[in-house]
C-alpha cells in the first residue's frame, strides 16, 4: 500500500470521529519463552500506518489537525537482536511527517490532555471475552491512560469498523491477490490427494506453508485446519495430526495473508473412494453454498438473509435426514454462515443494516454428523458488487475431487 492510502484513512477517521484528540497503539509482541515471541499488528494501527511492528503509537488532533508517530522505546540490545524501524522509515510507510521518541510522546499527549477536554481510542476487543489471545495490552493502557487525563473518552473502534467494513480498491487488490495464492495451495493439495502423495494432517498443513510462503504471501492468515473424518466435527480443530486413509472426507480451511490482507477458504475432499452418504453430504452443502451465495446483493438487510439462510439449511438437513426436531438444526450446523473479511479474517460489517457494494465477507455453510463422523464446510470470499456479488475465490472447484 502507498503512504497515500493510510494518509487518507486517517483524514476519513479524523473526519467522523467527534473528539479533539484521538489515540491508537500498535499491538504487542507475545512473549512465550525467553527467545521467542509472536507478533501480529492490531488491523486498526495496521490501516491507518502501514506499520507493522509492535509498541508503535498513533496521536491525531484536530484545531489544528496534526499527526504525530511514537516510537517505542528501545534499548541498544533491542535494536541489535531485533532491529526496528528508523523514524525515517516509520514516516514513509505511514506518510505520518512528525516522529518522536518515546518520551516525547508522553509529553505530547499530557500537553494535548491539558488543551483538549474529549479523548478517542480504541475500546475493547469484543473477541477478547472468547480468546484473550487477542487482547492487546498496550491498548488496555494507552485507554487507561486516556481516562487519566482527559475528561472525557470516546471509543474509536465503530468508526474504524465502518470505514473498514467497506473495501477500498486497493484493499481489493490485496485481497485477490491472497486469494490467489490460497487456491494455488488448494490445487496443489487436490493434486496430491488424488495422487495418495500425502499420508497425514500434517503434510497437508506443511505444503499449504510452502506455497503460501513460496508465492510471497506473508504465510498463514490464521491457524490452517486439517480435519480428517470425525476431527472436521471440531469446527476449529488445529492439531493437525491424524492419519489420512482410504474412504474418508479431508476438511481444510485455510487462507493466505498477503500485504495484511487475509483470504479464507475451505474445501473438503476424497481420500480415495467414497461411500453415497459421505458423496451426498457434500452435495447437499454444495447445493445450500450456491442457493446462499445468490442470496448477496447491494440492500439486503443482514436479518433478512439470516432468515433466508436458516430455510436453505434446515431444507438442506431436512434432505438428508437430519431435521427431526428444530434442536437438530443448530446440532448439526452450528455456526454462522458468513463473516466480514479484511485485515482481520474475521471482520465487522460496519453496523449499516444492508450490504453494500465494497464489502467482503464469506459464506461458509457446513454440516457435521459427529455420530457417522462425518464433517463437510465449503467456504469461499465475496465481494459486494453494484449489481450482485463477485466471487472472488470462484476458480477454486467446490468438488469433493476434480475427477469426481
Known amino acids: ?208 506453508s510452502r506455497t503460501f510462503r513460496a508465492t510471497g504471501a506473508n504465510g498463514h492468515a490464521y491457524d490452517p485446519i486439517v480435519a480428517f473424518n470425525k476431527n472436521a466435527c471440531v469446527l476449529h480443530y488445529s492439531k493437525n495430526e491424524s492419519s489420512l486413509a482410504a474412504g474418508g472426507l479431508v476438511l481444510i480451511d485455510a487462507g493466505a495473508a498477503f500485504q495484511g490482507y487475509a483470504a479464507d477458504i475451505t474445501r473438503t475432499y476424497a481420500v480415495g473412494e467414497v461411500s453415497s452418504r459421505q458423496k451426498a453430504v457434500h452435495a447437499a452443502v454444495e447445493r445450500a453454498h450456491v442457493a446462499i451465495i445468490e442470496l448477496i446483493k447491494p440492500g439486503l438487510k443482514p436479518a433478512d438473509y439470516q432468515v433466508a439462510v436458516d430455510k436453505i439449511m434446515k431444507e438442506t438437513l431436512a434432505s438428508l435426514g437430519l431435521l427431526k426436531s428444530e434442536a437438530d438444526y443448530r446440532k448439526y450446523f452450528p455456526h454462522a454462515v458468513s463473516h466480514g473479511i479484511g485485515i482481520d479474517v474475521h471482520e465487522s460489517l460496519g453496523g449499516y443494516g444492508e450490504f453494500l457494494p465494497g464489502m467482503t465477507l464469506t459464506v461458509e455453510p457446513g454440516i457435521y454428523i459427529p455420530e457417522e463422523g462425518i464433517g463437510v464446510r465449503i467456504e469461499d470470499d465475496i465481494l459486494v458488487t453494484k449489481t450482485g456479488n463477485e466471487v472472488l475465490s470462484a476458480q477454486l472447484p467446490t468438488s469433493l475431487c476434480y475427477n469426481s
Open 1 to 208: 500500500m502507498s503512504p497515500d492510502f493510510y494518509v487518507g484513512n486517517r483524514s476519513s477517521l479524523a473526519g467522523t470521529l467527534k473528539a479533539d484528540v484521538t489515540l491508537l497503539s500498535a499491538h504487542d509482541a507475545m512473549q512465550l519463552k525467553a527467545d521467542q515471541s509472536i507478533f501480529r499488528q492490531d488491523a486498526n494501527f495496521l490501516y491507518l500506518t502501514g506499520i507493522d511492528e509492535a509498541g508503535w503509537q498513533l496521536v491525531l488532533g484536530r484545531n489544528p489537525y496534526r499527526e504525530t508517530l511514537i516510537a517505542p522505546e528501545r534499548d541498544e540490545m533491542q535494536v541489535l537482536f531485533e532491529g526496528g524501524l528508523t523514524f525515517a522509515e516509520a514516516s514513509a510507510t505511514s506518510g505520518v511527517n512528525n516522529v518522536v521518541s518515546a518520551a516525547d510522546g508522553q509529553k505530547l499527549i499530557e500537553s494535548l490532555s491539558a488543551q483538549h477536554a474529549v479523548c478517542a481510542v480504541v475500546g475493547r476487543d469484543p473477541h477478547e471475552k472468547y480468546n484473550h489471545s487477542t487482547a492487546n495490552p498496550s491498548r488496555a493502557r494507552l485507554e487507561r491512560l486516556a481516562k487519566k487525563l482527559f475528561k472525557e473518552t470516546l471509543d474509536a473502534r465503530p468508526a474504524l469498523n465502518r470505514l473498514r467494513a467497506i473495501k477500498q480498491p486497493e484493499e481489493v487488490v490485496a485481497m485477490r491477490r491472497a486469494i490467489e495464492v490460497s487456491v494455488e495451495g488448494f490445487m496443489f493439495i487436490e493434486k496430491l490427494l488424488r495422487e495418495e502423495k500425502v499420508n497425514h494432517e500434517y503434510e497437508i498443513e506443511a505444503e499449504l
